[in-house]
């Protein structure tokens, strides 16, 4: 089946440092991607929608400056994480959604600690 | 806004014992419903899905059925296995079909 790939699973890095996510679909273009962030025990919350080729769109609450996304091409999207705290600290997990088939296609999640 | 409750877990189980996750949700409109399942160090899949009202979606011996009278989609399995160990998902999407709402998520454990 189709896969979505998240580069790094795990990141650590210290407060103030920028950290990047990369979300991958395999084997397929993504017209649409989509970011979770995950706290412990927490239901996924959308972050952001993001198409390609155009600015993403933020949800309520979401810091645009802070997160970062990038969908440069119809396989990959970024999400950076700039001058990253402790309370950024959680699990994203990226979603892609097939062009043809419009079904949705999760990432393995990428945890990130910061110090 | 829409929503999505889940029973809480963890749920406990021997296996061949009968699996019962409720799911209930708030939506405006008519939604499509899903269960997603994340196993141990993998990504979300998706397990099953209905996009009408009284429709049955079924995959790997797991069943659930829409019903809007109740609001509910409650996810059953006739006969867990320790292979069904997981973390499950219920989910919705509005008719513009948009990002998922999910709900917490609810942790099966079984064990043989």
């Known amino acids: 089946g189709a896969v979505v790939s998240q580069h790094p699973s795990w990141v650590i890095c210290k407060s103030g440092t920028s950290v990047k996510i990369e979300c991958r679909s395999l084997?397929?273009?993504?017209?649409?991607m989509f970011w979770y962030r995950q706290f412990p025990k927490q239901s996924l919350m959308l972050m952001a929608t993001?198409?390609?080729?155009?600015?993403?769109?933020?949800e309520q609450g979401v810091e645009k400056d802070k997160f970062l996304i990038n969908h440069a091409s119809l396989t990959l999207s970024t999400l950076t994480v700039t001058s990253a705290h402790p309370e950024d600290s959680s699990f994203y997990i990226c979603?892609?959604?097939?062009?043809?088939?419009?079904?949705?296609?999760f990432g393995e999640g990428s945890r990130l600690t910061v110090l | 806004g829409d929503s999505v409750t889940q029973m809480e877990g963890p749920v406990t189980l021997s296996e061949e014992a009968f699996l019962t996750i409720n799911c209930t949700y708030t939506?405006?409109?008519?939604?499509?419903l899903f269960w997603y399942v994340q196993y141990p160090g993998e990504g979300l899949q998706l397990l099953l899905k209905?996009?009408?009202?009284?429709d049955k979606g079924s995959n790997k011996g797991f069943e659930a059925t829409y019903r809007k009278e109740t609001t509910s989609f409650h996810l059953e399995k006739g006969s867990v296995q320790v292979s069904d160990s997981a973390v499950y998902f219920c989910?919705?999407?509005?008719?513009?079909?948009?990002?998922?709402?999910f709900g917490k998520g609810t942790t099966l454990s079984v064990s043989s």
């Open positions: 209905a996009t009408k009202a009284d």
């Open positions: 989910a919705l999407s509005d008719e513009a079909g948009t990002a998922l709402i």
């Open positions: 979603s892609a959604r097939a062009g043809g088939s419009g079904e949705l296609f």
């Open positions: 084997d397929f273009q993504a017209t649409t």
């Open positions: 939506a405006t409109g008519y939604p499509s």
């Open positions: 993001s198409n390609e080729g155009s600015k993403a769109t933020y």
